[in-house]
């Protein structure tokens, strides 16, 4: 049976034939501190015809994330990594253009993890959700609503068992996750401790109702400035670097904390190699502790539940989220770089 199109998307079918894609694919694996060369942006490519099931998007926003660096790696990680020549990873909201599926139809609001970094992405309905694009800005679903704000939210709450009362310790606080993180901590009536790379952005920790903050480049001693800001030890360190703030917060643990191991940021230019520093076996021992890695998909049936606590500090009016966004495809993997430099200042986002 002949395929019905509403006008719009008659329209537009119409107008992708005219489309070129522009896309950034992996050159080789950076052996060190990644840099441009490892990436290039390739133009003037054909969009494919749609198979059933599939649909067109046009990109309005794409997450640039940390976790980028992991996948452009030889070593195995927790999922398949880039191989030379292929497109690489990213999140992405956008406009359905086309649609040969059931589910979308052109002009469909909808956001993907399997976006990447392009213009345009061919994705298959199940990797696609509709999103409500009226109530809620896009871009949040990539941020304090999508994968950063989830990852806050279980590593906190899940991983940390952050209780009221205790003292809740964040590295990278300023960045995507850790600005959630902070305040869902306040929220839970925690003591909160941001860690960070410059006073401007200790400033903004302190809007968002970080009790303390500390500048880490600035601080000659770094453990001794957590032990005076964190005089009962640390209860839950939520890690977002790994490396010498790991290490400095290790000196400092109260009895029974908990260590949410997030990310290892710091450890950018060293993947696969080792990651060298002191031991603190007999912190954990003595203190009990627990060190916990986790990764957000793992709580993929109780992610209504975090939107659901998230949404809910956002409508009491003072939850607060600095996005730091660049226009055009181009700058994408300068941005990814600044991530791994501290150069970027909330939610890093490509506008398309
Ligand atoms: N486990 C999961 O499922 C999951 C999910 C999402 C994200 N993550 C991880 O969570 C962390 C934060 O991600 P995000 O998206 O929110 O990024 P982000 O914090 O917005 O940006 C990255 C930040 O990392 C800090 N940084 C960079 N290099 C550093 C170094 N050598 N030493 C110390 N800090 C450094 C910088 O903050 P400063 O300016 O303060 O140094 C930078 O702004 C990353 O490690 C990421 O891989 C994990």
């Known amino acids: 049976m002949a395929q019905k199109y509403s006008f719009l998307e008659y329209v537009k079918t119409f107008m992708t034939q005219n489309l070129t894609n522009r896309r950034w694919v992996l050159v080789d694996y950076p052996d060190s501190m990644p840099s441009e060369d490892n990436f290039d942006l390739q133009v003037g490519l054909d969009i494919p015809p749609l198979k059933e099931g599939e649909v067109l998007i046009s990109a309005d926003y794409l997450s640039v994330d940390p976790y980028v660096r992991g996948r452009i790696s030889p070593t195995v990680g927790y999922t398949a990594g880039v191989l030379p020549g292929d497109l690489l990873p990213a999140g992405g909201v956008g406009e ?19 976006f990447g970094w392009q213009e ?57 996750v850790g600005q959630v993180a902070g305040q869902i901590a306040n929220s839970i009536g925690c003591k909160t401790v941001a860690i960070v790379s410059s006073d401007e952005k200790l400033e903004w920790c302190k809007e968002l109702g970080y009790s303390h903050g500390i500048n880490y480049k600035k601080t000659a001693n770094l453990s001794s400035e957590i032990q005076n800001k964190c005089p009962k030890g640390v209860d839950v360190y939520f890690d ?15 009895i029974n904390a908990r260590i949410a191991v997030c990310g290892v ?26 060190i916990t890695g986790f990764l957000v998909f793992d709580f993929a049936e109780e992610f209504k539940k975090a939107e659901n606590y998230i949404w809910n500090l956002v409508e009491k009016g003072n939850f607060k989220f600095k996005e730091d966004t660049s226009d055009g495809i181009n700058t994408m993997a300068s941005a990814f770089l600044d991530l791994l430099h501290s150069r970027n200042f909330g939610k890093r986002l490509i506008k398309i």
Do not use: C, H
Request: glycine letters at 10%.
């Open 96 to 114: 359905v253009i086309q649609s040969q599926s059931n589910m979308f139809k052109a002009g469909d609001i909808v956001l993907s993890s399997s």
């Open 120 to 176: 345009y992405a061919v994705l298959n309905e199940i990797e696609v959700r509709k999103i409500d694009a009226e109530k809620i800005p896009r871009q949040a679903y990539l941020s304090y609503l999508g994968m950063p704000g989830l990852t806050a939210y279980f590593g906190l709450v899940k991983v940390g068992g952050a209780k009221k009362g205790e003292t809740v310790i964040i590295s990278a606080a300023s960045g995507a």
């Open 240 to 254: 977002n670097t790994g490396g010498p703030i790991n290490d400095a917060v290790m000196e400092n643990l109260n």
């Open 265 to 290: 940021i710091a450890l950018a230019d060293r993947i696969g190699k080792p990651d060298i520093g002191p031991r603190y076996w007999r912190q954990i021992l003595v203190n009990r502790a627990t």
